[in-house]
């Protein structure tokens, strides 16, 4: 126990930010519902999203992943009022719209832009469906440049899923956007040569949210030039539609449930990769121990019969003492931290110590 306390000086003190990044693989194995029998797909009553779990959901051990769901804008050429969960479409394309996106100078919700340029005008995304990452996997924050999605955009046939698309935020960690009040985002590519105005969703790094564009699933994704049912299966599977029969992305969108909506996309799900961010501020105490000092300790076994006891009764010898904790006081001499060496270090005028004390936080 030292009988001294040190002030420390400015140059005693660093804060010291550090990133930790985490890579989260998420298999469409997962994603489609691989725990038929229990289930780790949830829906819900309202049915406004589904909730994807690692496991079964009612499972104590189960982890929530992500949360999906679609929906329009009021001004999307789909929106009707004959549609299937208009209303809901609506109010879900606009809470993500407001909080992830804005409103404009007249107090409007603003519309998802292609390039994220909203002064600019261009290319709006309408008709879109949002991926809810938890905080559980995402932690602070996605690392820019490290989220890939590959999907399938097409079927051939009633049973066979095809064209598999890769989406990325390509060039992201250098060229993210910052005019988002939710924070960064970076924009959703179909290949590293794209251009922002070919952008087919975006990723926001902190809110954890992912935006693609209703039109990645269209028959001009397929490339197979016609507007038919090939284009996306609208339940769970390829070619589990309503009384066995498929529909079109347009079709889907208008005529199905979010629910319905869902089951499709998760099952044209093959991949989906990214690392996620933990932040780590730390402040670092550097502790020092000049030649005077703490050469010498208040614990009562220190002495014996009056002499140091370390100095073995050699009167001659210099005083030592042995160093094992180190205590962090507020202003007012009140402990606020401990920190314990390894091993005892040995301390006498013959040396000094610079002990590094980080507390993270």
Known sequence: MANTFKTFLNSDIANVRTLLHEAIPITGTIVSGTYTDDGNIKTFAHGMFEAVYDYPYLSSSANHIFDITAGYSANSPLSASTNVQNAK?????????????????????????????TAGGGDKMTECFFLNFSRLLTKDEIKKGSFLLTVYTGSDDLLTLTHELDISDYGAATGYKVNSP?????????????????????IYYQAGIAVLTASVFSNA???????????????????????????????VLTGSEIDNFADGIRNRFENLDFNNTTELNSTIYFCRANTQDYNYSANPTYL????????????????VSYITTVGLYSADNELLAVAKLSEPLKKSPSNELTLRVRLDY
């Open 221 to 251: 994704t397929n490339g197979d030039g016609d507007t038919d049912a090939d284009d996306f299966c609208a339940f769970g599977g390829p070619g589990e539609g309503p009384a066995g029969n498929v529909d079109g992305i347009v079709g």
């Open 182 to 202: 939710a924070g960064e985002y970076g924009l959703l590519l179909t290949n590293s040569a794209d251009t922002s105005d070919n952008a087919v969703g975006h």
């Open 304 to 319: 014996t019969a009056s002499k140091i006891r370390v100095k073995n009764s050699i009167p001659k010898a210099e005083p």
């Open 89 to 117: 479409k609506i109010n879900i394309y606009n809470q993500h719209a407001q909080i992830l996106y804005g409103y404009d100078l007249t107090g409007s919700i603003q519309d998802f832009d292609r390039d994220g340029n």
